[in-house]
């Protein structure tokens, strides 16, 4: 009885049919895998997943590049103006540190001609405190553009502190 489903096994196993019906599931397992992966790669840009991603790590391939030592250096100096809590110092420190962020951005590869239009290129999703990082570069704008602008201790710490945690972001500092 053994032998009898050993040899039936055989049969079965080496009979033309069986070896059609797995070539015909080979190719609907192929087929079928070519469906579901055009299916993900439709969401994967639909839902624009991949493209963060790979904006995000081509945002991190670059940071790198960028002299952080002298970003550090330049920082600290801009930190240094806002101890004499003088409010000329504090002027020239925000106008600083925009412009640090704004050298940083060109060199990531933001295009445009000012700060403003690199911004308006990053989404939330880029940097998570754009909306801060707008005010802050607004307070610079005043700063330039109206020379009756007065600007607090405190402000200037707060817009210090939004440059900051924007380049911490960026993996400049």
Same mark, same amino acid.
């Given at each position: 009885m053994l032998f009898d489903i050993y040899d039936f096994l055989i049969d079965f196993f080496s009979s033309p049919? $069986? /070896?059609? !019906?797995? $070539?015909?599931f080979k190719l609907i397992s192929i087929s079928l895998s070519m469906v579901l992966i055009t299916g993900i790669i439709i969401l994967l840009r639909k839902t624009n997943i991949l493209g963060s991603k790979i904006k995000e790590a081509k945002t991190i391939w670059k940071v790198p590049k960028l002299?952080?030592?002298? +970003?550090? &250096? %330049?920082?600290? #100096?801009? &930190?240094? &103006? @806002? #101890? /004499?809590? %003088? #409010? /000329? =110092?504090? &002027? @020239? !420190?925000? +106008? #600083? !540190? =925009?412009? @640090?962020? =704004?050298d940083i951005l060109k060199k990531m590869g933001y295009r445009g001609t000012s700060l403003g239009d690199r911004l308006s290129q990053l989404k939330l999703s880029d940097l998570s405190n754009i909306d801060k990082v707008w005010s802050a570069h607004k307070v610079r704008n005043l700063i330039v553009h109206d020379s009756n602008y007065k600007l607090s201790l405190d402000e200037t710490e707060k817009v210090i502190k939004i440059y900051e945690e924007t380049l911490n972001n960026l993996l400049a500092l």
């Open positions: 049919g $069986f /070896s059609r !019906a797995v $070539f015909i002299p952080v030592g002298k +970003i550090q &250096k %330049n920082w600290q #100096e801009i &930190k240094n &103006k @806002l #101890e /004499s809590r %003088n #409010e /000329s =110092d504090c &002027k @020239l !420190a925000v +106008i #600083e !540190a =925009d412009k @640090l962020l =704004d």
